[in-house]
């Protein structure tokens, strides 16, 4: 097994050689090998994901990524690292699991999986100036990208024996490419006998129902950007940003990646969470490797982790106190 | 003092005239004039807004909007009535209070304002098949149509001597619609003595912060389709969408509109919750017709209702009990 870990801007550096750690433990063959991309690699070498990350990505078909700053305004020839490798590797489909956690999570039972296109919609990176004053973002909606998404849905909710799948769109407004969305995944769906599980939702509707109701939630898909909007204002059931994970899932690539950003405020004062980006490799186990035991090995080291821990201030030793409760119980 | 009354489709006819009755109660000399709109208006007469319903808004400067109904599908010709109102009329600021209320509120000390900007972003009905398979829809932000709604953040952040206004957008993404946005607002916003209230968020972490920190909000202000979903989730603790009032807001007009829908299943059972309708109309007073005493006197009828109503089980006659217990405290 293969793995091409890049740690990328603040935190990463933390948080990535813990998952790795536990993938180590779990994965005893597993070979890997470092790679950069981000801000900090920018302005070292001039891009934010060099050609030789991508080709270590390419060769390991498994990735780790931790987190990337950002410039405040636009800097010429700048562009995110973690959307040029969504893109460049043709990671089309992302996974944001929410679920309630013991101790941390503000309620129990709750339990979906998030899955946002990950390649098209307002990412498409189409904005021009149409005259002074006027600016124009093109938000893109293929078949051809629903397609590929709807398969993932499909692929997902027969492994977790969905009861529901839920479309959230605002096709009564974007009646084309909302509609086009929502078309080609409820056909897709249909194709392979889910058609009975698949509702809709309005994006304002399925945002305050993330709030009131989230545990009536089980498989919920949409497009890119509303999906960054869902799975942020979901993972408060999870406990926040810290307990986040997702997975940018390709053909044949995978990239996992906690959710959280590269919180410089935090750098080198221990205090970085790596739950999320444990939880990201279980996620690589589960989806990508096809190791479903070793995935939920890892869950259950982190449950059982955070059970043990209850009311412990972790304070300025949280890394390395839930990097040894975690991996000492796998 | 004229007021142009759109009951709309499904629950608008039941809410819509115990605000009517609130205002009269309030502006004893008001005129009102009824108005047809929406989609049932639609399958009667062929459009949604008549002709006649514009002018009679144009007229009396102030509407009282209910709810519309929209087809599940495209249907030729037809037009959310809503969106051709506010377009039709300028109404470019969409405001959107949530605040916690006694009873039935999840938490006390909330107290925002949304602001959502009304006429463009994704909503300017610019969508086209790029090819077969290929949609796209455009995504305007122009200075223009910011600077007019910066004016009105002032306005409203004046009024309420706001300690913060918060600008949401995604320019890490949309560098140059969103950072239109967040630098005209800015630019205003520093123009008025502003500067050192602004902050701003991406509008995936905002929404985060809704749920975790929404005390943490004062003047929220964004574009179309990030407020259309910020304050739909925001309102979960004023105590969901039964409680949450708007005000399309426009440089001559406003028109006052209970977020809900028109919710077809509970026409006619005497359940719907007039409490939105009434607090939009205290908007009206309070910010379009500069009746901040009246307004308030509006706000405080509905809060001493509610503390008294406490735990009564209003079932079958909600609409009839709260009509009663909020107009005869006014
Ligand atoms: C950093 C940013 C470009 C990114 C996104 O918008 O996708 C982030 O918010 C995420 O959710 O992974
Ligand atoms: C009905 C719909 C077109 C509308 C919108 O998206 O603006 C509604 O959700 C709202 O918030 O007023």
Redesign the pocket.
Known sequence: MQLCVIPGDGIGHEVIPVAVSALRRLLPGLQTHAADAGWECFQRSGSSVPEATLESLRASGAGLFGAVSSPARKVAGYRSAILTLRQQLGLNCNLRPVRSWPVISPRSGIDMLILRENSEGLYVGREHMESEGIAIAERQISRVACEQFAARIVEVAEQRSAHRVTLAH?A??LLLTCGLFRDTCRQVLAAHGWEAQVDER?V?VAALQLVESPESFDVLATTNLFGDILSDLACYWSGGLGMAPSLNWGQSIALAEPVHGSAPDIVGTGRANPIAALLSAALLLRYHWQQPELAARLDAAVEGFLVEAGAVDFADRTTEIIADGVISRL
């Open positions: 605002k009564n407004v309005l304002d």
